[in-house]
């Protein structure tokens, strides 16, 4: 993020006391229950905001030579990225034509030459084309449908990759990314190199998982024993279209503010800058690191969340892996111990009908913004 707008940031922060919160949106919201627990619900969210438009699959950094590729499913959708000989990428349907086995898992760091099913042994290239079943000559004859693999939208732009898991017509990155690619643009993030990713199932609804992060309100409850001595308990938010971008800060930061002249101020070394990517994905900026969040839904009440770590330069030994992994480890531990038992109490809590609305108060800017957003494309979608 470049200088001016750190500064510009943090004169938001002028005055105020580290142990108050000071951020206060314009309204309150009030969200039924149902917006968690409804499988209807749930189905339209898929719908519109996993199936009909373009999501986040990852960075550059995890797909960079020819035949390096990233599996994801996208609003139930298995797709497949694979990096070209010539650089670009191609998004396919993971899934073979001849009778629908997934065709790669996981991800390949590279060096793939043929997409070949484990079943059958239908063979494609890199790009999707079809180019040899066994016993094709009689088996498949009078078999004159083209049997390419399905191929959908693919863009990439400051690092980051978006597909569209349903259609093939092209968009533009920053169009999606509604003004936030900007900021983005500045770390790099196609110089990351990718570290870990682990992945985990929840019994929650997947806005629970945005929920945890969106607001600081809880951070001096929640996490009085672990972040609460050091961050303060705000953040500094603002919306990007659907998107946001919330700051939080270290308490250090206000002792800087009052003793070095404005032009010397600095917000990164004091800050984890998040930036919530609608649908399904947050990106996490902290100064040595990227942490990148992804969802999938399963159903109303399941979600997979895969937790990456992206480090500036690729581990240069054990020791240095060992620091990335701990990084993960901590991560983990804090969100999964603190945050997300909760959100999976709270997911059991509204599915017994006993509250029929939540409250989200001015005091929590950035949560108001999300659910206004989701809620504004699910009710588009019904009219
Ligand atoms: S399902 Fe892929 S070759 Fe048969
Ligand atoms: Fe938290």
Same mark, same amino acid.
């Given at each position: 993020m470049r200088h001016e707008r750190q500064i510009e940031l943090l004169?938001?922060?002028?005055?105020?006391?580290p142990n108050l919160p000071w951020t206060y949106g314009p309204t309150s919201m009030r969200n039924p229950?149902?917006?968690?627990?409804?499988?209807?619900?749930?189905?339209?969210?898929?719908?519109v905001l996993f199936r009909d438009r373009p999501q986040l699959v990852g960075l550059s950094g995890e797909c960079t030579t020819p035949g390096a590729y990233l599996t994801a499913n996208l609003g139930g959708v298995p797709i497949v990225v694979v990096r070209?000989?010539?650089?670009?990428?191609r998004a396919m349907v993971n899934v073979c034509r001849h009778r629908g086995a997934t065709l790669l898992e996981g991800r390949g760091t590279g060096g793939l030459r043929r997409i070949v099913c484990?079943?059958?042994?239908w063979t494609y290239n890199t790009d999707g084309q079809l180019v040899h079943r066994p016993a094709a000559a009689q088996g498949f004859d009078d078999v004159t449908v083209n049997c390419d693999l399905h191929q959908r939208a693919v863009a990439e732009k400051h690092g980051l990759i978006f597909v569209h898991p349903t259609s093939t017509e092209p968009f533009d990155v920053d169009t999606l990314l509604c003004g936030l690619g900007d900021d983005l643009a500045d770390y790099g993030l196609a110089d990351y190199v990718h570290v870990e990713t682990r992945t985990n199932s929840w019994k929650m609804n997947w806005k629970m998982v945005l929920d945890t992060f969106t607001e600081a309100y809880h951070i001096r409850f929640l996490h009085k024993a672990t972040i609460a001595p050091y961050f303060l308990c705000d953040l500094i938010f603002d919306a990007f279209g659907p998107h946001s971008r919330t700051i939080g800060l270290r308490k250090s930061v206000v002792e800087q503010i009052k003793d070095k002249p404005r032009s010397e101020w600095k917000l990164l070394p004091?800050?984890?800058? +998040?930036?919530?990517?609608?649908?399904?994905? &947050?990106?996490?900026?902290? *100064?040595?690191?990227?942490?990148?969040? !992804?969802?999938? =839904?399963?159903?109303?009440?399941?979600?997979?969340?895969?937790?990456s770590i992206f480090a500036p330069e690729p581990p240069k030994d054990a020791a240095a892996l060992n620091h990335w992994t701990k990084n993960l480890d901590i991560l983990l531990k804090v969100t999964e111990t603190e945050d997300f038992? +909760?959100?999976?109490?709270?997911?059991?809590? &509204?599915?017994?009908?006993? *509250?029929?609305?939540?409250?989200?108060? !001015?005091?929590? =800017?950035?949560?108001?913004?999300?659910?206004t957003a989701i809620n504004a494309a699910v009710a588009e979608s019904v009219r």
């Open positions: 004169d938001r922060l002028v005055g105020v006391d229950a149902s917006a968690y627990t409804d499988p209807a619900r749930f189905a339209r969210e898929k719908q070209q000989t010539d650089g670009s990428l484990p079943y059958h042994a004091y800050s984890t800058t +998040q930036y919530f990517l609608v649908p399904n994905a &947050l990106l996490v900026y902290q *100064l040595d690191h990227i942490e990148l969040w !992804r969802l999938t =839904p399963i159903d109303v009440n399941t979600v997979e969340v895969a937790t038992q +909760q959100m999976v109490r709270i997911q059991k809590n &509204l599915e017994s009908g006993a *509250l029929p609305e939540l409250v989200y108060g !001015r005091i929590e =800017p950035a949560l108001v913004h999300l659910h």
